[in-house]
């Protein structure tokens, strides 16, 4: 079983920038995938980035290019993002998402573990 905690949302204005962290607890392979994923009010929940447990290129969200770098300490068991130019259209719910297969999918129905969520407002 694995457990995923996310911390770092906040209130922040366009332009600026903010770490999104994820906790891991419990066993996670290298063959695992890690991503973030995001949902406004009123929308479906959309993919930003994925990368391999063990490493390697990650992927993102055209909407995220360029912007936001996700990586992760195996070592300390987290995960990261690291967002910055924020748009109003960054805010969100932020979660992190383990799946268990490394096909690195963007699809959020893939992923087996979740976190709780953590709010990300970007004011304009």
């Known amino acids: 079983q694995v457990r995923l905690v996310e911390s770092g949302g906040g209130l922040v204005q366009a332009g600026g920038s903010l770490r999104l962290s994820c906790a891991a607890s419990?066993?996670?392979?290298?063959?695992?995938?890690v991503a973030w994923f995001r949902q406004a009010p009123g929308k479906d929940r959309e993919f930003v980035a994925v990368i391999m447990w063990s490493g390697g290129i990650p992927t993102y969200a055209d909407s995220v290019k360029g912007r936001f770098t996700i990586s992760r300490d195996n070592v300390e068991s987290t995960m990261f993002l690291q967002m910055k130019n924020l748009k109003p259209e960054d805010t969100a719910v932020y979660y992190c998402?383990?799946?268990?297969?490394?096909?690195?999918?963007?699809?959020?129905?893939?992923?087996?573990?979740w976190g709780q969520g953590t709010q990300v407002t970007v004011s304009s």
């Open positions: 998402a383990a799946d268990e297969y490394p096909y690195a999918r963007a699809e959020a129905k893939a992923y087996d573990y």
């Open positions: 419990g066993r996670i392979s290298p063959t695992y995938s």
